[in-house]
């Protein structure tokens, strides 16, 4: 994903998350290290239907919530992709905002059973974050600032990133809590994909 090649550019900034976070797990570590090798593992693939989801319905709308999250994290790859090499590759940001405002839509017209709206809302948000992040770079771009000066801090600790990141967390969290018997496979499917469409 793009956002592999983002945080390569700021070695500094990736040390910083492992300082920040002490207690992270091997497996944890090991992704990062993934990262930084440019080599991450692939995300781990759902085994369907979700067993353990709490009857049919959750299942489906875990399924359907999970494919409009790799849909979210391919555009994000497509879009880093045209801040990165200068508009020559990749999504253009306004074609970004446009597909990314559709689909917050089709997330948002899912029928949910009502304990998951607490796992779709911080996904729901994390989106508006990643949308403002887009947004300030493109303005920055677009106001006449060489795609070379933006890579720089205020983008690497944009607050844009930080927020969506935790927001990625927190349904991450809530999954666990709400499905604490899920098979291993799906917990790790759980975190591999909402990990793939976080920017950081």
């Not at 990062?32 to 067993?51: H, K, M, Q, T, Y």
């Amino acid at each position: 994903m793009w956002h592999r090649h983002f945080r390569s550019l700021f070695p500094g900034f990736v040390a910083c998350l492992l300082l920040a976070a002490p207690a992270a797990s091997a497996d944890r570590l090991g992704r990062v290290d993934g990262i930084r090798s440019n080599r991450p593992p692939e995300p781990a693939a759902f085994d369907l239907p979700i067993e353990g989801a709490g009857g049919a319905d959750e299942s489906r709308f875990l399924s359907a919530l999970f494919d409009l999250v790799d849909e979210a994290a391919l555009l994000n790859e497509k879009v880093g992709r045209w801040l990165l090499e200068g508009g020559r590759e990749g999504l253009d940001p306004r074609d970004y905002f446009e597909e990314l405002d559709r689909l917050r839509s089709r997330i948002e017209a899912l029928p949910v059973p009502g304990r998951l709206e607490p796992v779709r809302q911080p996904i729901l948000e994390a989106l508006l974050f990643q949308r403002g992040f887009v947004r300030d770079w493109f303005r920055a771009i677009d106001a006449g600032l060489s795609f070379e000066s933006q890579l720089t801090d205020e983008f690497a600790y944009h607050e844009g990133l930080h927020r969506s990141h935790r927001m990625l967390l927190k349904a991450h969290a809530e999954l666990l809590a709400l499905f604490p018997e899920i098979d291993g496979t799906n917990q790790r499917a759980f975190q591999d994909h909402l990990d793939a469409m976080d920017f950081r």
